[in-house]
């Protein structure tokens, strides 16, 4: 049987901190509209701000139907799964907002994250419920190693070549705007 929770507990934001992969689900107000569901989970890239807000750095290199969404409407649900240790599933239910390089939040949360190269936007999340369940129909595996893809990816192209990506991918598959300024870039190895 699940568990409700007021807030994002000590023992939950340990849980979730021993996650090494968090799945982002949300969804535009269309009724033919499709339904967004994202794996996520490099080192640093996720942090719980305070006992009813999280935050998480949205990378390039995918499609960004989250921030399109949560552009929209706001809504999202982020899972956190045990894949090893005890059986566990933990769902945060909340009202996100996006925030781009330039904008005053972005810069202010970008300083609890690994720095990532490739970074889009930051979600940022304020969560209205917090629900575990047991996981007892999930496979146990094991981590092998972080990918190291995304990186290579950013390091391989220089700021221009990461702007024309945000500017060229700047539509979700619903044809949702993503970014309102695609053409503003924070690279920390640049400053």
């Known amino acids: 049987m699940g568990t409700i929770y007021d807030s994002i507990t000590p023992p939950l934001r340990a849980f979730i901190a021993q996650q090494p992969v968090f799945f982002v689900a949300t969804a535009p107000i269309a009724e033919d509209g499709l339904i967004n569901l994202s794996p996520k989970g490099l080192d640093g890239t996720f942090v719980v701000v305070d006992d009813h807000r999280v935050a998480y750095l949205d990378l390039m290199g995918s499609a960004g139907e989250t921030v399109a969404h949560v552009r929209e ?25 996006w925030h781009e390089p330039g904008d005053e939040p972005f810069a202010e949360l970008l300083s609890l994250f690994t720095y990532h190269r490739g970074t889009r936007s930051i979600i940022d999340v304020r969560v209205e419920r917090i629900a575990d369940s047991c996981g007892f129909g999930v496979p146990t595996m094991s981590l092998d190693a972080q990918r190291t893809h995304l990186g290579k990816w950013a390091d391989r192209r220089d700021r221009d070549s990461l702007l024309d990506y945000k500017e060229s991918h700047n539509e979700s598959i619903d044809g949702l705007p993503i970014l309102s300024r695609p053409g503003v870039h924070i690279d920390l190895h640049e400053q």
């Open 73 to 97: 409407n706001g809504r999202i649900t982020i899972l956190f799964n045990a894949f090893s240790g005890p059986p566990r599933i933990v769902r945060l239910y909340g009202r996100a907002t």
